[in-house]
């Protein structure tokens, strides 16, 4: 019998990497899966293997499936849509597109008109949140109405969405996506967003530049050279919109940066959203009150009746509370699995903390992101400590900057290391050349490992 691989496979494949305490019961938790669904999933990526084993058991088949380092790619090879993955993907092209033919669509999929009606229910229903409705325009085809505020704040949600979960899902959805736009478009756009909240400090959390990836997409000016847009500021007029986000000594920096990147091309009139949009990346979008002082209260108690910390400094905390608190309101209706905390380096004990810290937390935040967890955990376990006094760099990807002192600090007194910098992989060739630097290390899987195998990997934290 042919076994359809599909995303919730790829999903566990990559999730048992990381589960050698938990194994099933964590995937099933995480993935709001029942247990028996999950081990007819790991026997079906098992039968992928090699293994002659008879009669294994599912701890066999993990410990099988986890030393075999070609079988994500296998998988991907057979993987097919779920019915999930077909309603993400109408949405997504209605949004794009504002139409559909059906028997193309159809055809694409690989399934009957009757499969596509119902999955067109579900998109229909999912839509109508943003008070959006899909209609027939032609015995063939559909199209998408509403406002254009409502399609748009539709776009950015499920574009987001896509941007998280782009690499499990199936490659027809993401190389559509990339064939819509030029490489060259992808390049800079990421090298701009990537640059705009790492030198500007708005990578507090886990995902943001996807999120901000998405805005630009949706807000910016692609098409028409007429629209004026956040660059055609004067400085004075663009200081008196940023100078709460931007500190004084970074404000003509980045207004230079406007200028020359994509960021700058966010239509002036999309100027205030791309504000909140910043608010929210900061964990700042909503004033402090009662209410959130009475939670940041219970996540401190959280926080010490699952870990034994106590936060004594909480700067990051309301940040943290603020965002999941606006994440749990707004998104409830779109259900997103973030697995960027994979690319992190944990021991197992500490993995254990985050875990048991996520999932007591999703009982009020049903919508929180593990890597925010793990941020969490890290901040509220670390230490004051002594300056630096030696020479080492990073090489990151995902850390967010605000963790790099803490990093530093930590790796001081567990190494006797000083870090000059902390870099991202395509500037590690300019910093080679810098013969005071003897060590390199990172914390995260990097896909520059195979390139520049002298580079150390560490966990995370440094305790």
Partial sequence: MKININTNHIRICKLLEYTSYKTTDFIAEFLKMDKQNVNLYIKQIYSFTDSEESKPTIQSMI?????????????????????????????????????????SLSSLLEVSRRVIGTDLALAKEALSIYDLDINSSNAKGISISGSEKNLKLASLSYLYKLFVEFEELPTIITKDYLDFFDE???????????????????????QNKNLLKAFFIIYGNLADPDEPTIDS???????????????????????????????????????????????????????????????INAVKAMVFKNLSLLITKTNFLEKFVNKVSLAHDKSIPLKICDLEFLRFNLPEEDRFKCVQLFFTLRKIYQNIQFSNVIFLYMWSSHEESLSSVKNTLVVFDRI???????????????????????????????????????????????????????????????L
Avoid at 265 to 273: A, D, H, M, P, S
């Fill in 233 to 295: 500021l004067s400085f004075n007029e663009f200081k008196i919109y940023f100078k709460d986000f931007i500190g004084n000594q970074k404000l003509k920096s980045c207004y230079s940066f406007f200028k020359v990147s994509f960021i700058g091309k966010i239509l002036l009139k999309n100027l205030n959203i791309f504000l909140d949009t910043l608010k929210f990346c900061d964990g700042v979008l909503h004033e402090g009150g009662p209410s959130l002082s009475k939670e």
């Fill in 184 to 206: 060259q478009f992808h390049i800079k756009l990421n090298k701009d967003v990537d640059t705009f909240i790492n030198e500007y400090s708005f990578d507090y959390f886990s």
């Fill in 400 to 462: 967010p900057t605000f963790l790099f002192p803490i990093i530093k600090n930590r790796f001081l007194l567990k190494e006797n290391m000083n870090i000059l910098n902390f870099i991202k992989a395509d500037e590690l060739e300019n910093y080679l050349s810098n013969s005071d630097i003897n060590c390199v290390i990172t914390f995260e899987k990097l896909n520059s490992d195979k390139e520049y195998p002298f580079i150390k990997a560490y966990t995370l934290p440094i």
């Fill in 63 to 103: 410990n099988c499936i986890c030393k075999n380092t070609t079988l994500l790619g296998d998988l991907k090879k057979e993987q097919r849509f779920t019915k999930e993955n077909r309603v993400l993907y109408i949405i997504l092209i209605l949004l794009r597109d504002r139409y559909i033919n059906l028997n």
